[in-house]
């Protein structure tokens, strides 16, 4: 990896946490909760920061982070990209293992925020997507987020599995008390779930569920709105707009790419951020279309390389309603990432950030390590495969995509697959999540660390 590159260089940087955290910095991060940014409102939803946390998989972006973010007052956000790595059944049932780990993940958030919006995000290109769409409703998700292909039928799977939640949210109706979320849900149900299944019915009477499609473009806005429109009679509760500039699985080509400057060794000085601008602008132009078909309100999400306030005030202007943020995240104390790969993203360099092929069939962005430069020299045949994805063939794949993001979360960082933002390299200290929500949403004392940096 190369040098840290600008940027203050700390010799003592560390990704593990330091609990001689300083009690006068705590106590000042619990006093500033209020955030000078307005509400994000989706649905019946609230949340005092508008912000979003990304989904990171795998076992990046778990109950430890997504409860962390939802307690500060944002949305947190599991990924269910092979969630249940970790089972000792994983290798024999892939899809029980993370179909249990769904559950689990969401309860230990639960616990860490009672009170906050807790979702997840799914992979449209996940094989067996719909039943791991359906896991997440019946665990009790707030919002779904599902990217990395089209989630044609995700109004349909969210549909269905209200619908078998109905008997027992309208007995939950009975004795909930008023104005809990749980009377929330309930009343929705009692008022009629989506519809029976069938694609008709869809959409008529609301969902408890919020749903939103990842996109990248006018185009696929366009495509992604009218097909739900089409098929189901709805639209997206909420859309999350994903730039040039973000980590994981990437909505563009790696030409487009290259027009827009996202794809060199130094993103920070070459990328066109005012051609990507004015995408944004059409893209809330077309939502704004189907909001008013609808005669609801579709905030409209900006993701990709916020790192920092001024970045988030620029969405902001351009007429987003909130932010979502994931490699920012990555080197916080609750990040569910083990410390090494933290430390990659501390250590990183500007010149490390690099576009790689995956085997989705997508380009990414990854931090530079052996494993890439083994990728490079040729096919890296998988030992065993569980089916992870729907277009991948497992014979002539590059490599295989869940085997190097386990080794990741395992922290066997030459064999790991490194996912990143084009600003991770700007990390460069652990923070706490309550810090990085400050720091976005442009708090007084952000930068207070209650490791007294
Ligand atoms: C380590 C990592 C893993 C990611 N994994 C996923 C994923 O599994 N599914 C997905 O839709 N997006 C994934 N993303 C994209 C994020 O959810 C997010 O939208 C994006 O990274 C935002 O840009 P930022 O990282 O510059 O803030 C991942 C991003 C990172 C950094």
Known sequence: MGRKSGICKRKDRQAEFWPCAGLRGREEIMEQKESRLKALKIGQLVAKRPVIQGGMGIGISLSSLA???????????????????????????????????????????????????????????????????????????????????????????????????LPESVAVAETADPGTKEA?????????????????????????????????????????????????????????????????????????????????????????????????????????EYAEKYGKEIPVISAGGIFDHEDVLHQLSLGADGVQAATRFVTTVECDAPSAYKQAYLDAGQEDIVIVKSPVGMPGRAIKNKFLERAARGPIPPERCVRCLDRCDPASTPYCITRALIQAARGNLDEALLFCGSNAYRCERVETVEEVMRALCGEENARESVFGV
């Not at 689990?104 to 997507?129: H, T, V």
């Not at 309930?186 to 499609?213: E, H, K, L, Q, Y």
């Not at 990842?214 to 185009?219: A, D, L, P, T």
């Open 184 to 288: 929330a849900n309930a009343a929705f149900a009692a008022g009629g779930a989506a519809g029976t299944g069938t694609d008709s019915t869809v959409g008529t009477n609301g969902r408890r569920t919020m749903i939103a499609p990842i996109v990248s473009s006018v185009k696929s806005t366009l495509v992604i709105c009218r097909m739900w429109d089409r098929k189901y009679q709805t639209a997206p509760d909420f859309v999350v707009i994903e730039g040039p500039c973000a980590g994981g699985h990437l909505g563009f080509s790696r030409e487009q790419l290259t027009a827009y400057g996202a794809d060199t060794e130094c993103v920070s000085r070459t990328y066109h951020q005012a051609e990507y601008d004015e995408e944004i602008h059409g893209i809330i132009r077309t939502v704004k």
């Open 67 to 165: 409860g962390a973010v939802a307690k500060a007052g944002g949305i947190g956000i599991i990924s269910t990209a092979q969630i249940g790595f970790r089972d000792p059944d994983f290798e024999k049932n892939p899809l029980e293992a993370n179909k249990q780990a769904i559950h689990q993940e969401l309860k230990k958030a639960r616990e860490i925020a009672p009170q906050g919006i807790i979702g997840f995000n799914i992979m449209a290109a996940s094989r067996d997507y719909g039943q791991y769409v359906k896991e997440a409703v019946r665990a009790g998700a707030d919002v779904i987020i599902s990217g990395a292909g089209l989630p044609v039928d995700m109004p349909k799977f969210v549909a269905e599995a209200e619908a078998e939640n």
